[in-house]
C-alpha cells in the first residue's frame, strides 16, 4: 500500500526531449508538492497544488509544468530538456500543515 | 524569506558514539520544525518534528527541542547504530498563501562504522 508513487523511477532521455513524471497519493491529501535534488542533495520546492489549484510557483523555468486532474495526482511535464535538468524529482503530499510524505523519487539523467 | 542552516558533514561516527547535528532556522511568525531522513537510495522520511517552542520531538532514539530563544532544533542520539547511516535534513514550514512549503538545510551525511 504505498502512500506516494511515483514512475518511473529512472529517466534517462537526450537534451530537446519531452517527458513527464507521474505521482500520485492514495493518503486523502489536499496538497501536493514536486522538490527538486540536485547532485549535492539540497532540496528546493518547485510546485504546490492545493485542491487542483497552484498556489506557489517557485522561479522554475517555464518549460516546466505542473498538471493535477484530480486531488490525487500531481504530474509534471518538461519540456525541451536541458543537461541541467539532470537531477532527482520528488513528489510529497500533506494535509494541511502536518507533515509531509515522499515518494520514492524520480531520477532524471538528460543526455 | 525562511531558511535552515545546519552543520555541514560529512560526520563519520563509531557506532555507539553520541550524535548531534545542529540545526538553526530563520522565519517569519512561528514555523514548524522538522527533521526528515533519506537512506541511500530512498525517499524522505519524517524522522521526528516539533510544532511549538520547547515541544520535544522523538522517534527511533533521536530527540529534537523547538528553542525558539536561540532558534535553534539540534537532533540528538545517544548511540548510534551503523544503520542510522543517511542524509539527515532539518526543515521548517511556514504559512504562506494557504500552503506549508518545506525550506530544507542541505543535508547532513551520516556514516557510522562498525
Known amino acids: 500500500d504505498t502512500a506516494v508513487s511515483q514512475t518511473p523511477k529512472y529517466l534517462v532521455t537526450q537534451m530537446g526531449n519531452d517527458k513527464s513524471i507521474k505521482c500520485e497519493q492514495n493518503?486523502?491529501?489536499?496538497?501536493m508538492y514536486w522538490y527538486k535534488q540536485d547532485s549535492k542533495k539540497f532540496l528546493k520546492i518547485m510546485f504546490s497544488?492545493?485542491?487542483?489549484?497552484?498556489?506557489i510557483n517557485e522561479t522554475v523555468p517555464n518549460r516546466f509544468s505542473p498538471k493535477s486532474p484530480d486531488k490525487a495526482h500531481l504530474n509534471l511535464h518538461i519540456n525541451s530538456l536541458e543537461l541541467g535538468d539532470s537531477a532527482v524529482y520528488f513528489c510529497?503530499?500533506?494535509?494541511?500543515?502536518?507533515?509531509?510524505?515522499f515518494g520514492p523519487g524520480t531520477r532524471l539523467t538528460v543526455t | 524569506g525562511n531558511s535552515v542552516t545546519q552543520m555541514e558533514g560529512p560526520v563519520t561516527l563509531s557506532e555507539e558514539a553520541f550524535l548531534t547535528i545542529n540545526c538553526t532556522y530563520t522565519?517569519?511568525?512561528?514555523?514548524?520544525l522538522f527533521w526528515y531522513v533519506q537512506y541511500p537510495g530512498e525517499g524522505l522520511q519524517l524522522l521526528l518534528k516539533?510544532?511549538?517552542?520547547?515541544d520535544k520531538g522523538s522517534n527511533k532514539g533521536f530527540e529534537a527541542t523547538y528553542r525558539k530563544e536561540t532558534t535553534s532544533f539540534h537532533l540528538e542520539k545517544g548511540s548510534v547504530q551503523v544503520s542510522d547511516s543517511a542524509v539527515y535534513f532539518c526543515?521548517?514550514?511556514?504559512?504562506?498563501?494557504?500552503?506549508?512549503?518545506?525550506?530544507f538545510g542541505k543535508g547532513t551525511k551520516l556514516s557510522v562504522i562498525p
Open positions: 510529497a503530499s500533506s494535509q494541511d500543515h502536518n507533515e509531509q510524505y
Open positions: 493518503l486523502g491529501h489536499d496538497t
Open positions: 497544488y492545493n485542491n487542483k489549484e497552484l498556489i
Open positions: 522565519a517569519t511568525g512561528y514555523p514548524s
Open positions: 516539533a510544532t511549538k517552542a520547547d
Open positions: 526543515a521548517l514550514t511556514a504559512s504562506g498563501a494557504g500552503s506549508y512549503q518545506l525550506t
